[in-house]
């Protein structure tokens, strides 16, 4: 079974708009990734936030981390259509593996 | 686009037959970790591979098997298939000293009738 959970599962937004995506996971992680999906293809790397991090930017991305709570958020400022995709999480708890949510479904409509 | 490769690309099957998938790690890299995704579904990690041997598997039955080569490529194979063996098969490779930068290649879409 998978350890984390995306909300929502699906999101529909216009063009320019922010997209927001929450991640929860169950057990004490090292670190925190986000990763794109287009179309069911390979995963590509978006950001990374270690556990004593509270906030990550990296270009329209902003990443916050709440260990307390155990959630994840992944915000995507000024969306454009070519950010449609399915968008997750990935925690790893000092193992070699990473443990992925379900995913969040992103329509940016122009 | 990452330096991992995956072969082949697409793949159908049916029901009890066995199928073996690759995977070319990017340069520089030693470890080759699987995932299975299902359709509408996040990866689940099957296994990792490292210096040759299997090193952490997930929560597969051991019809799901692999191999590293000392190139550093992989095979996922997996005998006696099933209806639920349908899905997007991914790889990923990393050096052992950063396992968390794990980048992958772009699946091979299993199909199994």
């Known amino acids: 079974s998978q350890q984390g959970e995306e909300d929502p599962q699906a999101l529909s937004i216009q063009e320019g708009e922010n997209a927001t995506m929450n991640c929860s996971y169950k057990?004490?992680?090292?670190?925190l990734q986000w990763y794109r999906q287009n179309s069911g293809r390979g995963l590509v790397h978006l950001i990374l936030?270690?556990?004593?991090?509270r906030e990550k930017h990296s270009g329209r991305l902003r990443v916050t981390l709440d260990t307390s709570k155990k959630s994840s958020s992944l915000l995507i400022t000024a969306s454009r259509a070519a950010d449609t995709a399915s968008y997750f999480c990935a925690s790893d708890n000092y193992g070699q593996n990473f443990v992925f949510g379900p995913g969040t479904r992103l329509s940016v409509l122009p | 686009e990452t330096g991992v490769t995956q072969s082949p690309t697409h793949l159908i099957k049916t029901r009890g037959q066995q199928v073996t998938l690759r995977c070319s790690s990017q340069?520089?890299?030693?470890?080759v970790s699987w995932y299975q995704q299902a359709l509408g579904q996040g990866p689940q990690f099957i296994f990792q591979y490292y210096r040759e041997e299997e090193n952490g598997r997930g929560n597969f039955p051991p019809r799901f098997s692999g191999l590293q080569f000392p190139n550093y490529s992989s095979e996922l194979n997996v005998n006696a298939l099933e209806l639920d063996d349908s899905a997007l098969y991914l790889c990923a490779s990393s050096r052992w000293d950063s396992y968390n930068e794990q980048f992958f290649g772009p699946g091979t879409r299993l199909t199994v009738l």
């Open positions: 936030i270690r556990s004593n991090e």
């Open positions: 057990t004490s992680i090292n670190n």
């Open positions: 340069s520089g890299h030693n470890t």
